[in-house]
């Protein structure tokens, strides 16, 4: 069982930036690949970037490549996501998540644990 508790989300002016973190309960947490996922209002649930349980592998949707960097500190059971030069079309919420899959996860389905997330607003 792992719980996830996201923090650092606020309000940001485009160009800024915001540095998201998620904190993970359990003893397992660096056995878990991570995650970050967004949903905007009225939309789906989004991946946004995901790395692997030693932290050797990431991956990023298109709309945040260059612009995000997630990242790991498993001794601390923490996950972030750095946020540099948000647009106002990243505003949403964000949501942390933990996978059991081997390897880097992509999909809403493939992750076993979601924190409560946390909002992200993007002005011009």
């Known amino acids: 069982q792992v719980q996830l508790v996201e923090s650092g989300g606020g309000l940001v002016q485009a160009g800024g930036s915001l540095r998201l973190s998620c904190a993970a309960s359990g003893r397992t947490f660096s056995t878990y690949g991570m995650g970050w996922f967004r949903q905007a209002p009225g939309k789906e649930r989004e991946f946004v970037a995901a790395?692997?349980?030693?932290?050797?592998?990431?991956y990023y949707a298109d709309s945040v490549k260059g612009r995000f960097t997630i990242s790991r500190d498993n001794a601390k059971n923490m996950v972030y996501l750095q946020t540099n030069s948000p647009k106002p079309e990243d505003t949403a919420v964000y949501y942390c998540?933990?996978?059991?899959?081997?390897?880097?996860?992509?999909?809403?389905?493939?992750?076993?644990?979601w924190g409560q997330g946390t909002q992200v607003t993007v002005s011009s």
């Open positions: 790395i692997s349980w030693s932290g050797g592998s990431t």
């Open positions: 998540a933990a996978a059991t899959a081997i390897g880097v996860a992509t999909s809403t389905y493939e992750y076993d644990y």
